[in-house]
């Protein structure tokens, strides 16, 4: 089971600090990513971190803005946000899947139930 949160409203230029609590597997075995929707707009990958940290990937969109990171200690992943913009509103779910992250929605086993994010102008 995943828990997102930290979500809310913020203005551009803020930050937020996602967190997703993982619990019922052995958390670090997973890979683990979070992805955004938009109302009306696919599901896409925001970011993902391999099972131990050792590999992190970025959309190009936030690279350089946000930072994933997680603490197997504490079976949670966290999504740093900064440098907030308009257009990165949306719901923000993480996901889980074997050992390293990918790119696409399907390929994630487990996925929390969302956490909205409101940049405004």
């Known amino acids: 089971q995943l828990q997102a949160s930290g979500g809310g409203l913020v203005q551009a230029g803020g930050s937020l600090r996602l967190s997703c609590a993982a619990s019922?597997?052995?958390?670090?075995?997973?890979?683990m990513g979070w992805f955004h929707q938009a109302p009306g707009k696919e599901r896409e990958f925001v970011a993902g971190?391999?099972?131990?940290?050792?590999?992190?990937n970025y959309a190009d969109s936030v690279k350089g803005r946000f930072t994933i990171s997680r603490d197997n200690a504490k079976n949670t992943v966290y999504l740093q946000m900064n440098s907030l913009k308009p257009e990165d509103t949306a719901v923000y779910y993480c996901?889980?899947?074997?050992?390293?992250?990918?790119?696409?929605?399907?390929?994630?086993?487990?996925w929390g139930q969302g956490t909205l994010v409101t940049v405004s102008s």
């Open positions: 996901a889980a899947r074997a050992w390293a992250p990918r790119p696409l929605p399907n390929e994630y086993d487990y």
């Open positions: 019922g597997r052995t958390f670090s075995n997973y890979g």
């Open positions: 971190i391999s099972w131990n940290g050792g590999i992190k």
